[in-house]
């Protein structure tokens, strides 16, 4: 089939290189002017850099370079996606440079893509299109009353991805909004060169520190199935929610003891950032230098507080904060996470695709129910990204090629993957906006293609940090199996119909 991907990042990328490795014809558009979605130049801060380690955020068989950093620079994964879309034989069907303005189902089926490039407007009819421009492509930035006035003094406004080399923060008052990885890198980097950085927090979580004790590190608390459990065992198969229930206890106990393990090492009981929250709720891993900062007073942090307003006093611009206290600040970073948008259809199919409430419900986190020869790669929330988008796309391979079983519209309803596209959205519905991504998620997958990892593999990653090789040969084992039907039968499987 011809498929369009919308998206060169992590996803887009290995979306494209699978379905190209079972014969159909893919074309990649990117709006941006290289590789790497998140990761593309045009949306560099300071310092920006993976949360996960170089051997967890890879594809399964295209590891990173050697002299790759543990967790890779913006620079170095950007080179790690060109380098994969060169072995993968797709950097040629990647138009970067190309921004999708439209796509409408086609009269005949299939969809008609408008896009907009150096040379002008164009029209491309395929017989698919999947949306891998991101779930970190929009971002959100909360209608503060008084910006214009704020603006009008001098002031600034800014994202992280608006930031480059952070030029624009030397010698200035700046505020940062959030609680986030991104939040706290760009902290750090503010404090070396601005004349003050406060970081302004709703809400102080727990942060994991890239080595706890000993030899645990953050990959056996994030990345294996034991970790899972203890830290968020509602995302874990059934058979795993039940042992949870049977050790609440020892859990308990566990969650405690990383607590204390993880506040004595980042020293938040010194620097008054301990949450209120227990272990479980948590934002991100540790900024290199964040705390430390925070202790040396290079940078303020504004706990459970707010932005109420941007406002000019005497001529000076700042920020009100919500318990009326005021902050000078010449730029304020905006720092508050990512809206997802669907502004490329038309009102007919986002009416197809949302609900009454305006959520989106995705099968696998790939397929919507009404709109036909339509998938979404790299949905979700997940410190295993590029292999989850791998998977997937090995997923919606299947699927076309009609091996893949599909629910019936009640069970579709009962348990898809549901997203709330905006933060106004979720707080309304007091749900998180995202799903996140799990083992039992990639364990779905896999069971559908009738391809579980070997018992061996499942058993060694509850207590060995994932190692993406471990799926490597998804790829072989679902074209043997589609080989084997058109041998004896003398043709490929027929499709089965998306409903």
Request: hydrophobic share 45%; with cysteine; glycine share 10%.
């Amino acid at each position: 089939m011809k498929i369009a991907v919308v998206g060169a990042g992590p996803s887009g990328l290995s979306t494209a290189a699978v379905l190209q490795q079972f014969g159909h014809d893919v074309v990649v558009f990117e709006k941006a002017p290289d590789v790497g979605g998140v990761w593309s130049a045009t949306r560099a801060y300071p310092d920006v850099a993976t949360q996960d380690d170089r051997v967890s955020y890879a594809f399964s068989d295209v590891p990173h370079a050697g002299d790759a950093p543990v967790h890779p620079t913006g620079a170095h994964v950007r080179a790690y996606l060109e380098r994969y879309a060169q072995a993968k034989g797709i950097a040629a069907h990647v138009r970067c440079g190309t921004r999708v303005v439209a796509a409408a189902p086609g009269p005949d089926g299939g969809w008609l893509v408008d896009v907009v490039d150096a040379a002008g407007p164009a029209r491309h009819a395929v017989d698919w299109l999947v949306v891998a421009s991101g779930v970190f492509s929009t971002p959100h930035v909360p209608a503060w009353p008084g910006r214009a006035e704020f603006e009008a003094a001098g002031g600034r406004v800014v994202e992280p991805t608006q930031l480059g080399d952070g030029a624009v923060l030397a010698g200035r008052d700046v505020v940062v909004v959030g609680w986030g990885k991104t939040a706290c890198d760009v902290a750090v980097a503010t404090a070396r060169t601005a004349r003050s950085t406060t970081v302004v927090a709703r809400a102080v979580r727990w942060k994991i520190p890239k080595r706890i004790v000993g030899g645990l590190t953050f990959r056996h608390l994030l990345l294996t199935r034991l970790g899972e459990h203890v830290m968020a065992p509602e995302r874990t198969s059934p058979a795993a929610r039940l042992l949870a229930v049977g050790s609440l206890p020892l859990r308990r106990a566990s969650l405690w003891w990383l607590e204390q393990v993880i506040a004595r090492r980042t020293g938040l009981r010194a620097v008054g950032l301990l949450p209120d929250v227990r272990l479980p709720q948590s934002d991100s891993l540790v900024t290199d230098g964040f705390f430390e900062a925070v202790a040396q007073g290079r940078v303020a942090v504004r706990r459970e507080r707010s932005v109420a307003a941007l406002e000019v006093v005497d001529g000076v611009p700042g920020v009100r904060l919500s318990d009326g206290a005021r902050v000078p600040a010449d730029v304020v970073v905006a720092a508050t996470g990512f809206d997802q948008e669907l502004s490329v259809f038309g009102p007919a199919v986002q009416a197809a695709l949302l609900d009454e409430d305006g959520v989106l419900a995705l099968h696998r986190r790939i397929l919507p129910l009404d709109v036909p020869q339509l998938a979404f790669a790299g949905w979700g929330n997940t410190y295993r990204s590029p292999l989850s988008a791998e998977v997937g796309a090995v997923w919606l391979a299947g699927h076309l090629a009609g091996v893949v079983p599909l629910p019936g519209r009640a069970e579709f309803l009962r348990t898809a993957e549901r997203y709330h596209l905006t933060h106004a959205q979720a707080a309304a519905h007091g749900q998180p906006q995202l799903p996140s991504g799990s083992f039992a998620a990639l364990d779905q997958l896999l069971d559908d293609l009738g391809l579980p990892l070997p018992v061996a593999v499942r058993r060694g990653q509850w207590t060995r940090p994932l190692q993406p090789a471990s799926y490597a040969d998804l790829v072989p084992r679902l074209r043997e199996r589609l080989a084997a039907p058109a041998r004896s039968a003398g043709s490929t499987p027929a499709p089965q119909p998306v409903r």
